[in-house]
């Protein structure tokens, strides 16, 4: 009878150990379901961090805009970087972070506002574009592999037809706000003066002229100052003054006083040299 009991006793022990080994369980399992539920990728969570952010952004320039009561909608335009700056380098990108945070705001407006579905989507499209950079887009070029037997100059063209492409659907689904005009190699943002480097700086401005941008064109100019806004004008084969039949570009006029060679022989208003101080004969230090 002493051993039954003993035995009967370590059954009862094991039972015991099963059965809070099993209530074990069912907590691990709850909490695993509740990782499934709450985990989700490192991309996933950074498009909800930044659409929030930039849909809060976006809401207080609309409030500006109403309270300055401006003519214009004024929209922030977050802009593609690098291709090793992370996520938002890439068209594709650009465009995910747009498309979210613009859903993002129409729902606050939704929310907070009460306002109509479609009037918050309307306003959120308005007031939330994306500024493209085509010198940092082109830096893409780095990371374009060459095909078996193709010449560094069939690569160029197919990477500039790829990069078109892309840039046609932002264009063509009304992501661009903002353009930003800068020349590389591809491979570095050097902001070369346009022209001097690889960019199709051309095709992006005749792209987005015939999708209907009607917004601002800013040339960046690095060191080269007025030099890459000239350049520009160069490239993009922009006409500066008509004072005869014959359309004149920056070109002809840049250093030459309109087809004069010579220095002019005097200065007025803010470029005259200061008179703070001048020789006894009065002659002034140029």
């Given at each position: 009878?002493?051993?039954?009991?003993?035995?009967?006793?370590?059954?009862?022990?094991?039972?015991?150990?099963?059965?809070?080994?099993?209530?074990?369980?069912?907590?691990?399992?709850?909490?695993?379901?509740?990782?499934?539920?709450?985990?989700?990728?490192?991309?996933?969570?950074?498009?909800?961090?930044?659409?929030?952010?930039?849909?809060?952004?976006?809401?207080?320039?609309?409030?500006?805009?109403?309270?300055?009561?401006?003519?214009?909608?004024?929209?922030?335009?977050?802009?593609?970087?690098?291709?090793?700056?992370?996520?938002?380098?890439?068209?594709?990108?650009?465009?995910?972070?747009?498309?979210?945070?613009?859903?993002?705001?129409?729902?606050?407006?939704?929310?907070?506002?009460?306002?109509?579905?479609?009037?918050?989507?309307?306003?959120?499209?308005?007031?939330?574009?994306?500024?493209?950079?085509?010198?940092?887009?082109?830096?893409?070029?780095?990371?374009?592999?060459?095909?078996?037997?193709?010449?560094?100059?069939?690569?160029?063209?197919?990477?500039?037809?790829?990069?078109?492409?892309?840039?046609?659907?932002?264009?063509?689904?009304?992501?661009?706000?903002?353009?930003?005009?800068?020349?590389?190699?591809?491979?570095y943002d050097e902001?070369?003066?346009?022209?001097?480097?690889?960019?199709?700086?051309?095709?992006?401005?005749?792209?987005?002229?015939?999708?209907?941008?009607?917004?601002?064109?800013?040339?960046?100019?690095?060191?080269?100052?007025?030099?890459?806004?000239?350049?520009?004008?160069?490239?993009?084969?922009?006409?500066?003054?008509?004072?005869?039949?014959?359309?004149?570009?920056?070109?002809?006029?840049?250093?030459?006083?309109?087809?004069?060679?010579?220095?002019?022989?005097?200065?007025?208003?803010d470029y005259a040299?200061?008179?703070?101080?001048?020789?006894?004969?009065?002659?002034?230090?140029?």
């Amino acid at each position: 009878m002493k051993y039954i009991n003993k035995f009967v006793d370590e059954v009862k022990n094991q039972v015991k150990y099963y059965e809070e080994g099993s209530i074990s369980y069912g907590k691990n399992e709850e909490e695993i379901k509740k990782e499934i539920t709450n985990i989700e990728t490192i991309k996933t969570y950074a498009l909800k961090k930044t659409a929030d952010t930039l849909s809060t952004a976006a809401i207080y320039a609309y409030d500006k805009e109403r309270a300055q009561k401006l003519e214009k909608p004024l929209f922030i335009a977050p802009e593609n970087l690098f291709p090793e700056g992370g996520f938002g380098g890439h068209p594709q990108d650009l465009k995910e972070i747009i498309v979210e945070t613009r859903e993002a705001m129409a729902k606050k407006l939704v929310e907070e506002r009460k306002m109509n579905p479609e009037e918050a989507n309307k306003i959120a499209q308005d007031h939330i574009k994306a500024t493209f950079d085509i010198g940092h887009a082109y830096t893409w070029r780095k990371f374009f592999q060459t095909k078996p037997g193709e010449s560094i100059e069939e690569t160029d063209k197919r990477f500039k037809d790829y990069l078109m492409s892309e840039i046609k659907k932002l264009s063509d689904e009304g992501i661009i706000g903002h353009v930003h005009l800068a020349d590389n190699f591809g491979y570095y943002d050097e902001h070369v003066t346009p022209g001097m480097g690889k960019a199709p700086i051309p095709e992006f401005v005749k792209q987005m002229q015939e999708s209907g941008f009607k917004g601002a064109m800013i040339t960046e100019p690095g060191s080269q100052d007025i030099q890459a806004m000239l350049g520009t004008w160069r490239i993009l084969n922009s006409p500066v003054y008509r004072i005869d039949l014959t359309s004149r570009s920056w070109t002809d006029v840049e250093g030459s006083y309109f087809g004069r060679t010579g220095s002019p022989n005097y200065i007025v208003g803010d470029y005259a040299p200061s008179e703070d101080w001048t020789l006894w004969s009065g002659a002034r230090l140029e």
